[in-house]
């Protein structure tokens, strides 16, 4: 029964892979980046998800659905929320960065092509 | 690159007034509700991308330069690094303005209720005027990325 | 030949991320949360924001914000070198 609680892990499992193979067997360099995203965005889900608490609310206190003197425990953990807000802006920045790099590889070589650029010399 | 049609110009004109006002309500509540400086300028970014977008980038050239875009990330940053240095006199990152700070100075710096409450603008201590600081940073850089590789489209 | 051993690597590697995320501890229970309890009891009274995530992100771990800030910053110039306008020989 471990199998159904821990869904949103397995589902993490399955996107890093996913990328990855998009990574490893991939030639377009759009879709290497493409799969880098993916990837990304699974590890955002897995830091979300290792910080929910079965039915807390989230951790800011205007208008909160708690009582006064409520224990910590009716909050998730704001940490890793802290710490996806950090990874999605650099993904963002690096994302940036990498699309730029593929389109000076194709107005260079004329191409996207990983293993055709490869061959090609400037 | 042309500019798109007539009406997704009319309703982008529209539209931006609203993102923007929508962008500095999400950074300037950074400390009360959900959002924050990043949020909040990746918000105002995509009104600048939305300008970019409709209009071409003959157009959006007389709003924005690339200048004014990566100066406004400077800003920021500079802004972001010297509130982190003024609280040097205790620590590198010290909140010298939150409600337990030794020389009280009043501003943002009212203590909560401890506790749900209904959420008071003049609080956070130095944590607004980050959140304005890194909001000014966010802007000018995610609207540099766009702006530029918009550009760099075109021979 | 090559992607046969690529392959081989990648569905071992999937294999050990399906067993961790089993072996996990269950989903809405987080082992350890001392840190973090201590954030949400005490983050109001200290910085006096209600938003404790934004208190982690700017007070807390301001460290980290500031290399995040970096990062940005160095992205943002590294896309805008790449791009620039050079100007043509004559």
């Given amino acids: 029964m471990n199998y159904l609680y821990n869904f949103p892990f397995i589902v993490v499992a ?27 965005s699974a590890v955002n889900l897995f830091l979300i998800a290792l910080g929910y608490r079965k039915g807390a609310v989230a951790p800011i206190y205007t208008n909160a659905p708690v009582a006064k003197g409520a224990p910590a425990h009716s909050m998730v953990l704001p940490t890793p929320q802290a710490l996806t ?17 593929v389109v000076q590889i194709g107005k260079h070589y004329g191409t996207i092509d990983a293993k055709k650029a490869r061959r090609l010399k400037g | 690159m042309m500019a798109m049609s007539k ?8 539209l931006y007034f609203f993102i923007l006002i929508f962008g500095f309500y999400i950074v300037m509540h950074g400390h009360l509700t959900p959002g924050g400086g990043f949020q909040g300028g990746a918000v105002l970014a995509s009104a600048i991308a939305l300008i970019i977008v409709a209009h071409g980038i003959e157009k959006a050239k ?12 400077s800003l920021g940053l500079v802004l972001f690094i010297s509130l982190a240095f003024l609280g040097i006199f205790m620590t590198f990152f010290y909140n010298f ?3 337990g700070a030794q020389p009280a100075i009043p501003i943002f710096s009212t203590e909560p209720p401890l506790g749900p409450n209904l959420g008071n603008l003049n609080t956070g201590g130095v944590i607004p005027l980050m959140n304005i600081a890194v909001g000014i940073e966010v802007i000018g850089g995610l609207g540099a990325i766009v702006y530029v590789m918009f550009r760099g489209g075109k021979k | 030949m090559r992607n046969a051993v690529a392959g081989v690597a ?11 995320a089993v072996e996990m501890h269950s989903f809405g229970s987080p082992a350890y949360s001392d840190m973090d309890d201590y954030f949400i009891e005490n983050a109001q009274k200290e910085t006096g924001a209600n938003n404790v995530v934004t208190s982690i992100v700017f007070d807390y771990r301001g460290f980290d914000t ?25």
């Fill in chain 1, 14 to 40: 399955i996107l890093i892979a996913m990328g990855f193979y998009a990574m490893m067997f991939k030639r377009n360099l759009i879709k290497i980046v493409i799969g880098l995203n993916i990837v990304e």
């Fill in chain 1, 85 to 101: 807000l950090t990874a999605i802006v650099i993904g963002v920045a690096t994302t940036a960065m990498i699309l730029s790099f």
């Fill in chain 2, 7 to 14: 009406i997704v110009r009319t309703v982008s004109n529209l």
């Fill in chain 2, 62 to 73: 007389k709003f924005y330069s690339e200048f004014s875009l990566t100066s406004c990330e």
């Fill in chain 2, 97 to 99: 303005l939150s409600p």
């Fill in chain 3, 10 to 20: 990648l569905l071992v590697m999937a294999a050990f991320l399906f067993y961790a």
């Fill in chain 3, 66 to 90: 500031l290399g995040e800030a970096t990062v940005l910053f160095t992205a943002v110039a590294g896309t805008t070198a790449v791009f620039k306008k050079r100007r043509e020989k004559k």
